[in-house]
């Protein structure tokens, strides 16, 4: 261990969370393993204020692990529309039904078998163990990264492998054997509210008197990380092909960009309606740039007229865009309907007027 007394660490973050830390997330009152998994999964690579509207709506309409579980697919990924990274979404459900048909709807208390379960990996599992079952593990999620990478000035970027293997070992021996829900919540808290990525309030910092960072002066340099390579971009031509407010939908392979949810066909795709009906490709309507994790996606929309369509193949649908329906709409899709659909309700209001 570097030097450190581990009980003076926990508790120095145990006394500055029940003081300062964050008590008042809804996953916080009325907590159970189902409310505290469902958190810690959108959590994942997610700002909580973007979460907390998502995770409302998603515990009114599906408040425990059963109503999930029997959900269409599609209503799961409506609600979680806008939230990004589906794959998450998808795992939910997956784990759901796991839930439900394995273990009877009570979720496990082993991290071992709640690794096991799609999406929830050896953070995750941690958080859950800790905030929901009171158990002593460990977690190392990017706010846990920075306060230790920070504290004991580690200078390794901390996206390698050997560097994430030192700061697990160093996460599991500082967690104390009580109170491990402050000590665990106030790790997060410490990052997310004094020990941030950019400008850290060293000044109110529980842990700075001990801070190698602090004391090289050295904070706002760490935690370091492997330069990455540059975003590659990508280009997709999608048609929008409308018949009064309906627009022609086509969902997405599970696998792949927006996976599961609808969105407007691709160019290439339209091939796939059969028998093949006339399509009238009409010019570029709208361009733009979506980011997605590991790359750019550049997207054209066209304006396409479409004639002698008989039957919709399995996977296609007409969409009326002047109401919600429950399904699972790509968010930058979602937007480029709406905004066709304000375009045509503009239109004709200045043609009856």
Known sequence: MENINTDNFSQAVISWQKQYGRHDFPWQKDRNVYRVWLSEIMLQQTQVNTVLPYYNRFIDRFPDVFSLAVANIDEVLFLWSGLGYYSRARNLHRSARIVVSQFKGVFPNRIEELQKLPGIGRSTAGAIMVLAYKKRASILDGNVKRVLARYFAI???????????????????LVPDKEVIPYTQGMMDLGAIICKRSQPLCERCPLQQACMAYHKQVQHVLPNREKQKEKPVRQSDFVLITQHQLVLL???????????LWSLPQRTELEQL?????IAMGPKWLEFRHTFSHFYLDC????????????????????????????????????????????ESSNKSRSSS
């Open 250 to 260: 086509k969902q997405r392979p599970k696998v792949g960009i927006w996976g599961g």
């Open 274 to 278: 059969k028998p093949q009906p006339i």
């Open 300 to 343: 054209r929309i066209y304006q396409a007229t479409i004639d002698g369509l008989q039957a919709l193949p399995m996977g296609w649908i007409w969409y009326n865009s002047s109401y919600s329906v429950s399904i699972g709409l790509a968010a930058p899709i979602k937007k480029v309907i709406r905004q066709w659909f304000l375009l």
């Open 155 to 173: 200078y390794e970027p901390i996206n390698l492998g050997s560097t994430e293997k030192n700061l697990w070992r160093l996460s599991d021996e």
